[in-house]
């Protein structure tokens, strides 16, 4: 049953549009074969499949990223894989989303009015583009004036960028601010 089981998990992992966490394979597995398998057996079979696309003859391996697992390319095939997604993916984020995905990255949760007082502009698109992306998701309101709303980043950025949690994020050393020539404000449609 054993190998058995491995091959439904890396079933489950490939079929999974986001990472698959432990639990999530446990439950799909006992209700597909209506038995129960316990954690701690799906994390020795985890291990396994990971050790197994350890191997050079496999370009892709099992990850643990944003609390679950997924299948995910090995770094010596990110140059040839890239110039296939740059043609499929012709959407990339403006420097202006990437400046604003960052201030909620490494501040969150945060008010859009934080992130306009540290960027200096108008931030309503470019929030808006990045919860069309799913990249971040509002996680509640503050308890300030007016209750505004709070922006997180969600599952989908940890994915994105291949996180396993928002402590693996680079350390940052300070913001630094760009302003235009002449010091003034500018919205983030005149940016894009």
Do not use: C, W
């Amino acid at each position: 049953m054993g190998s058995k089981l491995q091959t439904y998990i890396e079933s489950l992992i490939f079929v999974a549009t986001k990472p698959i966490s432990k639990e999530a394979i446990r439950l799909a597995l006992n209700d597909y074969l209506t038995t129960s398998i316990k954690v701690k057996e799906v994390e020795t079979i985890l291990g396994s499949i990971m050790e197994k696309y350890q191997d050079e003859t496999y370009p892709f391996e099992v990850r643990e990223i944003a609390n679950g697992f997924a299948f995910m390319t090995k770094g010596a095939f990110h140059e040839l894989n890239g110039k296939v997604l740059k043609r499929e993916n012709k959407k990339k984020l403006t420097r202006t989303a990437l400046e604003t995905l960052s201030i909620i990255a490494y501040k969150q949760p945060v008010t859009k009015g934080d992130i306009e007082s540290i960027r200096g502009v108008s931030s309503d698109y470019t929030i808006q583009k990045l919860m069309e992306k799913e990249l971040i998701e509002i996680s509640g309101r503050a308890e300030t004036l007016g209750r505004p709303l709070l922006y997180t980043t969600s599952e989908k950025f940890m994915n994105h960028f291949g996180l396993k949690s928002i402590n693996d994020l680079p350390k940052l050393k300070e913001f630094k601010l760009e302003q235009d020539e002449q010091g003034e404000q500018r919205s983030d449609s005149e940016s894009e």
